[in-house]
């Protein structure tokens, strides 16, 4: 049973930076891609960015390009969102999650659809 942990949210001022990590076990994750989600009250759960586990490949959402940084750590089998600049808009509650078969693709899925396993979130609030 695969199992996802984030840790790291917190309250922040605006300008400020937060780090976000997802602890995963329960499987071999070399052929997963992993990725961070979130979801402001009211609205739709947005990719924020996501990473292949083999390989290291990258994707990130167009409101957090040049901002935030996704990266993984093979040996401790954990996932980082390094979160600089935050704004308001920020504001939201974090998923980290692993899409079995996305180490396969092409590209790394942006559809929460695509993605098997969830971790029970993290809250992020960016005040001004």
């Known amino acids: 049973q695969v199992q996802l942990v984030e840790s790291g949210g917190g309250l922040v001022q605006v300008g400020g930076s937060l780090r976000l990590s997802c602890a995963a076990s329960?499987?071999?994750?070399?052929?997963?891609?992993m990725g961070w989600f979130r979801q402001a009250p009211g609205k739709e759960r947005e990719f924020v960015a996501g990473i292949k586990w083999s390989g290291g490949n990258t994707y990130y959402g167009d409101s957090v390009k040049g901002r935030f940084t996704i990266s993984r750590d093979n040996a401790k089998n954990t996932v980082y969102l390094q979160m600089n600049s935050l704004k308001p808009e920020d504001t939201a509650v974090y998923y980290c999650?692993?899409?079995?078969?996305?180490?396969?693709?092409?590209?790394?899925?942006?559809?929460?659809?695509?993605?098997?396993?969830w971790g029970q979130g993290t809250q992020v609030t960016v005040s001004s």
């Open positions: 329960g499987r071999t994750f070399s052929t997963y891609a």
């Open positions: 999650a692993a899409d079995k078969e996305g180490g396969s693709y092409y590209y790394i899925p942006t559809s929460k659809y695509y993605y098997d396993y």
